[in-house]
């Protein structure tokens, strides 16, 4: 956990893609070996420090709700694992790049729909409701404030975008021509009946989730399956229940805390535009983020 993986480098499997997080191996024709560095993006910017430990608590967190909404547990869905070790499929000299960070998936069809659902007003959402009282363009109560619960869940889909490009908020009419409405309407309520689970659970352990973000794929039968990782920080907001007010920004344990200085970092004497190359993350930025995943998964899991 403390020696920091920026980039993995498997010899023995031919490389699939590198995501902002993860090395993707193909292993025969129908899976996937899944490898979480430490990379850290944000604002669809990967920085060049990593943050030690982060990829085996955002692996080990992913598998946590796999086993809690998946046929294991509450059956919300089926899901990508296939249950074999990762070690598995990689030389022996390469284990220690892949244990505890990994998830040997099946290789499904994936959609090009990220399923964003939120609980709450924050972050961009909270911006646009206060220029015209819509999240994504779904219209909301008047009177809401800063972190407000919303009423019930809302489900603003974006469209997946290039490594380096920003996701673009899309409307569920828009996902209807996508993937068309049998499969939009499905992946819309199953994404909900996740969160609304997810978010019961975490509130118990002193967790409020704003908001979070699923990623759907196809497997040859054309069931649809969740994969890719689910509510960890990274594709998550999680607050603190016990800081928790309505009318603020509540501190969260996710890579808020990295945005929050990229907001007011420089790069070259000038402010940073948000396109790379980042600003080099200062130590001290790197470490207080190494513990906040920490927090979060300790909280969540006991």
């Known amino acids: 956990m403390n020696l920091a993986l920026h980039t993995s480098a498997l010899q023995s499997l ?13 292993v025969g024709t129908d899976r996937i070996l899944m490898v979480a560095s430490d990379r850290l993006s944000a604002f669809d910017v990967i920085m060049g420090e990593p943050i ?4 085996a608590l955002l692996t ?3 598998l946590f709700w796999f086993d809690k909404l998946g046929p294991k547990g509450l059956n919300l869905c089926p899901i990508h694992l296939t249950g074999d070790a990762p070690e598995s499929v990689v030389a022996p000299s390469e284990v220690p790049q892949v244990t505890g960070r990994s998830m040997l998936v099946k290789r499904l069809k994936p959609l090009p729909v990220e399923a964003v659902v939120r609980g709450y007003l924050a972050g961009s959402g909270w911006k646009e409701y206060q220029a015209g009282g819509t999240v994504c363009g779904v219209p909301l109560p008047a009177g809401l404030h800063n972190a407000s619960k919303l009423p019930c869940p809302i489900y603003t889909p974006a469209a997946k975008a290039a490594v380096g490009e920003h996701d673009e908020n899309i409307t569920f009419a828009r ?19 996740l969160y609304e689970a997810a978010a019961a659970f975490a509130l118990t352990k002193g967790i409020i989730i704003a908001d979070t973000k699923f990623e759907f794929g196809l497997d040859a039968d054309g069931t649809l399956t969740l994969m890719d990782e689910v509510l960890t920080p990274d594709s998550s907001r999680f607050w603190p229940l016990e800081h928790y007010q309505e009318g603020g920004n509540p501190p969260s344990y996710d890579k808020q805390f990295v945005r929050d200085w990229l907001e007011t970092a420089q790069l070259d004497g000038k402010p940073w535009d948000k396109t790379p190359p980042a600003p080099p993350v200062p130590d001290a930025v790197i470490q207080k983020t190494a513990a906040k995943y920490q927090e979060a ?3 969540l899991t006991g």
């Open 175 to 193: 996902t209807e021509q996508m993937v068309g409405p049998d499969l939009a309407a499905r992946i819309r309520s199953i994404s909900i009946a």
């Open 14 to 26: 031919p490389l699939l893609a590198r995501g902002k997080v993860r090395d993707n191996y193909a």
């Open 60 to 62: 080990q967190m992913a």
């Open 52 to 55: 030690p430990g982060k990829g």
């Open 297 to 299: 998964w300790e909280r």
